[in-house]
């Protein structure tokens, strides 16, 4: 109720004809629309991030559409997907317990857990027996389909049973997205990454991975680029096509920022709101934590680790993982303290909520917007680190990155040729990659940045002039987006993302 | 004439031999005299007329209010006196006669030899308005150096006596901000805006960030240090009550617009536009009979997107017909006294045309300046 | 609070840490996978008895808590082991390779600071001007950049398309000089390019740090206020805006000062430099850990060190510390 009258106040107002018209209580049907798009991008993602090596466009029709159902795809080892089963199993008896009227999401949840459950019991069964680390021809792809569209509905579901947080999710996406969009440097970023995202996606179609393999010359040991498909980027120290790594390449430097991130991310924003929401010892605790890992120089430590534990991208992605995140911690921590301090937490609290449920119902809410922005900057590092560590000589000896792909042109003496064509164009990749990130990072940041989403609003929303005025008077560079490295630094009181969800927040207590 | 000046005892005002110096002045009714100053913003999205056309005069040794809602362009219209709007603020037309010069006209050169010399600024909430890493003394001994070419030494003197005048410890001269409280930066601030025995000094809701207590002294204060210095005095202020008790004269603004002006007499008994009218009766009266507080339905306007005509016809509960299409004019409806409002008159067709003449020479003269900026 | 409280306070939050990370060096090694004598013994074939030998000498046959005591003993003595590449004792080896590395990093930090603040300062007071949007670029295009892939274009361009400075090394192998300023000016000639390419990653982030600080501190209303009193574009910048916007910067320059053992690893690698970082990366190819460890305590100490100097330079910068 005084959600949505709320968001009709904040929001683009008559001025804006997109605004949608939704009535209280109903699924926004954008939610939908999303729901049927988002199904089969995700699919299709999972899908081509398993797709066989060996089947490059120029193999055929036949043979290309015969590898979505190869046996390749989706073969996880059991552990995981046995996990997420349950996790899944987890929230499903969880939301059939809350008192609600329509308990289709706790259903459509089961019928994901189930799916996943019997998908790693039916993937551990080897020839060795049952095992919770191999992974066996279950017909993976037919496991994966059903999951993913399970997910799309338990996603209907959930917006079916909780139509105002779904309003909530819709607006406020449709906010940030609008206010992204008239940022340069942020949809300079989505370009170069789509591109990038897109060459890690369907590397097995741009190039045959046995063109990789040791005894797979095309060429005389550092060629310069020639005109056929393979010698566009000539070839590196062994007469291999450098356009073939550089193309699988990508893979590797986007997986494991990717994964390195989440990890970053997890352990940063959970040692962050706790330190943060608990004072006193506990808190302590975790700041101190924070700052002894914020000292430790990461790259001594990871040769350390990395010369210990082996080479493998695993242990890459384990050491960037746990050398990144006292910086994501440091950020999350002082939002919380100021998040901590706002009245709807406060009230929670008073009503006798449990620390647990005011964690994540209010507090993980309101600094989920930083932590998202701050997330988008760290995988530029993690890519980076990556890089760095795969060029001295600590990736994976079996896989090529961006990195290893350096390390040979180095230690091959690819410079004192000079085989520019070796050189470049991973340097170019890296940079570009890691530039995208950090565009659409500080992107984020400037939209949910509340100060900086009046200054953009004033323009369009015929509201007091004292927003106009101020945001006038007060940043000088309307029109211009600002490069801001301490882009963590916000401002208190909350984000605008998420203080409509302070409005929506139910005055009872009995929801948990 | 910067040594005697600094010696000057605080009673007598010095003597300003600069103002006999050019004789090609233009002839002026007072000290300061502000002729339909606009001074817009530049957005994205367009133009913010933040003070589309205020005039007011000033006399020497007069004190006169500014007042209006938050986001009327009040500070803009101060901001803008001294040529110290945000860089993508500009004076676009209209002229600020200070002594018969105009500083709307004059270089950035010209203006530093201005600033704090002649005019000089109490900002609000003084927390902010000093450098948190320099010293309070040196704070105020910068312009006093700068402006009146004396030694150190005789700086500090000055800037202690300036603090006792001001009514803080000498001995605290050599503190930091955070050293002192709200309502002793306050008065170091002030201290500070008297430091060239300026001729004007503005006042930008110097009280506004205090509690009631140190608010009282510090008007008090003001009004002390006004009537022993014979200083020139603008007051902005959100607060009426504070205008009525401290400034001779008063101007009420309403989107960027002067909608009355005339003594604070005038205006506070005789208040005649609706704006004002309804901004007084927002105000609870202690002598009166207790009433109900009564707020303004609805917003000001968007200043990017100006209503046509009366900018408070939206607003107002007396709009008639004409004041959604024609601009009203001020018009002076008993000596002094100021009032913008088709109640006291529609401005005739020749007024019209020529208002929106006006209008239609400063938005070909916005164009050719972003022309301009373009190459 | 007291000046003497918030130092002795800063102090004993170093050593506190200093003494933490000591300790997790020790856990460190090990929680690591494998018996440590044998990680202590070269790669390959080896006499029998010889794991037995090292765990003699290294006291892991003692219980734990003893060998925590030794291993304390053994660090304040700064006894970090023997290196069995070079067959010497780690203190020794590190002795020699530190002066390098802290010309190389010493000379790039403050070529770094100095053009990034420089720059960084310029754009942000000519704030969208066609000089702004040309360096900040640039800043960011830097600041993405690999270190080390830099340090190749610049061999393959100015070593050996251009042959203008030497491939890497500090001085060629078997050079001798009549005076030691030949040696100096070798020196100095040897170390252009491995300077421009330790600085040049830090000069795109000083340039956009020191930016963003200065646009914050812009916008501040004593900024307004020295206009106000009629100061000199000039003197408002250097004056009120730059002390100010330097403060936050501080505690990032020291931090980056500490993970400087970073960038040389990198640098001092692809340069030949005869550094710390080398060394390190030397001793991680050929698995010789007590190196590796003496490298990564040192970098460890260096980093907590500089956050100290971090923390009393604040005090004497910042008067609200002193409140």
């Known amino acids: ?512 | 004439m910067s040594a005697a000046t600094a010696k000057a005892k605080k009673g007598a005002p010095a003597a300003k031999p600069a103002a006999e110096k050019k004789a090609a002045r233009i002839e002026h009714p007072g000290l300061l005299d502000v002729r339909d100053l606009k001074a817009y913003f530049r957005l994205s999205a367009g133009w913010v007329k933040a003070v589309d056309g205020i005039s007011f005069t000033l006399e020497p040794g007069e004190s006169l209010g500014l007042a209006g809602e938050s986001g009327c362009g009040k500070t803009t219209a101060a901001t803008a006196l001294i040529k110290l709007l945000p860089e993508n603020g500009r004076i676009v037309s209209g002229e600020v006669l200070f002594d018969g010069i105009n500083l709307a006209k004059r270089t950035e050169f010209g203006m530093s030899k201005i600033r704090w010399k002649e005019i000089s600024m109490i900002f609000q909430g003084a927390m902010n308005a000093l450098n948190p890493v320099k010293e309070v003394g040196d704070q105020i001994i910068e312009p006093i150096r700068l402006h009146d070419n004396i030694g150190e030494k005789a700086a500090l003197a000055r800037a202690k006596e300036l603090f006792e005048l001001v009514g803080i410890n000498p001995k605290r001269i050599g503190e930091y901000p955070h050293q002192m409280s709200g309502g002793m930066r306050q008065r170091a601030m002030i201290a500070m805006a008297l430091a060239c025995n300026p001729r004007l000094v503005i006042g930008d809701e110097p009280t506004t960030a205090l509690d009631v207590m140190v608010q009282a002294q510090i008007l008090e204060l003001i009004e002390k240090l006004r009537e022993e210095l014979d200083l020139s005095f603008i007051l902005i202020s959100h607060d009426l009550s504070v205008m009525a008790e401290t400034c001779d004269k008063g101007v009420i603004m309403y989107a960027g617009r002067v909608v009355e002006s005339g003594s604070v007499e005038q205006i506070f008994n005789n208040a005649e536009h609706p704006y004002t009218r309804r901004l007084i009766k927002s105000f609870p009266n202690i002598h009166e009979k207790r009433e109900m507080v009564s707020s303004i339905p609805g917003d000001p306007p968007n200043l990017l997107y100006p209503p046509p005509g009366c900018n408070f016809s939206p607003r107002c509960e007396r709009c008639f017909e004409p004041c959604t299409s024609v601009e009203p004019q001020l018009t002076e409806i008993e000596p002094g006294h100021f009032v913008s409002c088709h109640l006291f008159g529609v401005p005739d067709q020749a007024t019209q045309d020529a208002a929106s003449a006006d209008v239609a020479a400063t938005d070909a003269h916005l164009a050719a300046a972003l022309e301009a900026e373009a190459q | 609070m007291d000046k003497r409280r918030y130092f002795l306070r800063k102090i004993a939050n170093a050593l506190l840490t200093i003494v933490v990370v000591i300790s997790f060096n020790f856990i460190l090694f090990r929680i690591l996978p494998g018996d440590p004598a044998r990680l202590l013994l070269p790669k390959g074939r080896f006499q029998a008895g010889a794991i037995e030998k090292q765990r003699k000498i290294f006291r892991l046959d003692k219980p734990l808590y003893e060998q925590f005591v030794f291993y304390w003993w053994d660090t304040l003595n700064l006894e970090l082991g023997f290196s069995f590449k070079e067959k010497r004792p780690v203190a020794e080896v590190v002795g020699e390779r530190i002066w390098p590395t802290i010309l190389l990093a010493g000379t790039g930090t403050i070529i770094a600071t100095l053009v990034g603040y420089t720059t960084g300062v310029f754009a942000a007071w000519r704030r969208n001007s066609k000089y702004d949007v040309l360096t900040t670029n640039a800043g960011m295009f830097f600041y993405s950049m690999p270190t080390f892939w830099f340090a190749l274009i610049c061999i393959m361009i100015f070593s050996v398309q251009l042959g203008w400075f030497p491939v890497g090394r500090m001085l060629e192998p078997g050079a001798t000089f009549d005076h030691w300023y030949q040696q100096a000016a070798s020196v100095l000639y040897h170390m252009i390019l491995p300077v421009s390419t330790f600085a040049i990653a830090y000069v795109g982030e000083y340039h956009l740090i020191m930016r963003s600080s200065l646009t914050g501190v812009m916008k501040e209303d004593y900024v307004l206020t020295a206009r106000a009193k009629g100061l000199s574009e000039n003197k408002v910048l250097w004056g009120h805006v730059v002390p100010n916007a330097m403060l936050p910067t501080v505690t990032i320059v020291m931090m980056n000062l500490g993970f400087v053992m970073s960038g040389t690893i990198l640098t001092e690698s692809v340069f030949n430099w005869p550094g710390l970082g080398l060394l390190a990366y030397e001793s991680m190819l050929n698995r010789d850990y007590p190196v590796m460890q003496a490298v990564f305590l040192i970098a460890a100490v260096a980093v907590i060190l500089a956050n100290l100097v971090a923390d009393i330079m604040y005090y004497y910068l910042d008067p609200r510390v002193k409140a």
Do not use: C
Not at chain 1, 26 to 46: A, C, G, H, Q
Not at chain 1, 67 to 83: C, H, K, M, N, Q
């Open chain 1, 1 to 512: 109720m005084s959600a949505v009258t709320s968001q009709k106040n904040g929001s683009a107002g008559p001025g804006d004809p997109e605004q949608p018209v939704l009535e209280h209580g109903t699924m926004p049907s954008r939610l939908k629309r999303w729901i049927i798009i988002w199904t089969p991008v995700v699919w299709l993602v999972m899908t081509l991030a398993t797709f066989p090596k060996d089947r490059p466009v120029t193999s055929g029709f036949g043979n290309v559409m015969g590898g979505f159902v190869s046996d390749e795809i989706a073969r996880y080892p059991a552990w995981v997907v046995l996990i997420l089963g349950l996790l899944i199993l987890g929230f499903a008896i969880l939301s059939l317990l809350r008192r609600q009227r329509k308990h289709t999401l706790a259903y459509a949840l089961f019928a994901l857990a189930a799916v996943l459950l019997g998908w790693g019991f039916a993937a551990g069964f080897d020839d060795g027996g049952w095992s919770l680390t191999s992974s066996s021809e279950v017909l993976g792809w037919l496991w994966q389909t059903i999951a993913i569209v399970l997910i799309g509905a338990a996603v209907w579901a959930w917006g079916y049973a909780n139509p105002e947080r779904a309003y909530l999710m819709v607006f406020n996406t449709r906010q940030t997205w609008r206010l992204y969009r008239s940022n340069w440097q942020g949809m300079a970023g989505i370009i170069i990454m789509a591109f990038f995202a897109a060459m890690a996606l369907l590397s097995p179609f741009l190039a045959d991975h046995a063109y990789l393999a040791p005894n797979a010359q095309i060429g005389l040991p550092f060629e310069p680029p020639w005109s056929s498909y393979y010698g566009w980027f000539g070839t590196d120290e062994q007469g291999l096509s450098v356009l073939a790594e550089f193309i699988w390449s990508s893979r590797i430097s986007l997986v494991v920022g990717l994964l390195a991130t989440a990890i970053s991310t997890m352990l940063g924003a959970a040692i962050g709101i706790f330190s943060g929401f608990y004072g006193g010892w506990r808190g302590e605790i975790g700041m101190r934590l924070t700052d002894w890992f914020l000292v430790l120089p990461w790259l001594p430590l990871a040769l350390v680790l990395a010369a210990a534990w082996g080479q493998n991208y695993w242990m890459i992605i384990l050491i960037i993982g746990i050398t990144s995140w006292p910086g994501t911690s440091r950020i999350v921590r002082s939002q919380t303290l100021s998040v901590r301090e706002l009245q709807f937490v406060e009230r929670s609290r008073a009503i006798g909520s449990s620390n647990f449920h005011t964690m994540m119902r209010h507090i993980l809410p309101n600094v989920f917007p930083l932590i998202f922005a701050n997330t988008v900057l760290v995988v530029a590092i993690a890519i980076l680190s990556e890089t760095t560590l795969s060029f001295l000589g600590l990736g994976d000896p079996l896989n090529f990155s961006w990195g290893t792909m350096l390390r040979g042109a180095w230690v091959s003496g690819a410079a004192g040729l000079p085989a520019w064509w070796y050189i470049l164009p991973p340097g170019f990749a890296i940079i570009l990659v890691v530039l995208a990130f950090t565009f659409m990072g500080t992107a984020f940041d400037e939209v949910l940045d509340p100060k900086l989403r009046k200054r953009e609003e004033a323009g369009s929303r015929p509201e007091g002039p004292d927003a106009a005025t101020a945001a006038a008077a007060g940043t000088p560079e309307a029109a211009t987006p600002i490069v801001s490295m301490d882009g963590a630094v916000l401002p208190e009181g909350g984000l605008p993302h998420l203080r409509h969800e302070q409005d929506y927040d139910p005055p009872k207590g009995g929801e948990q």
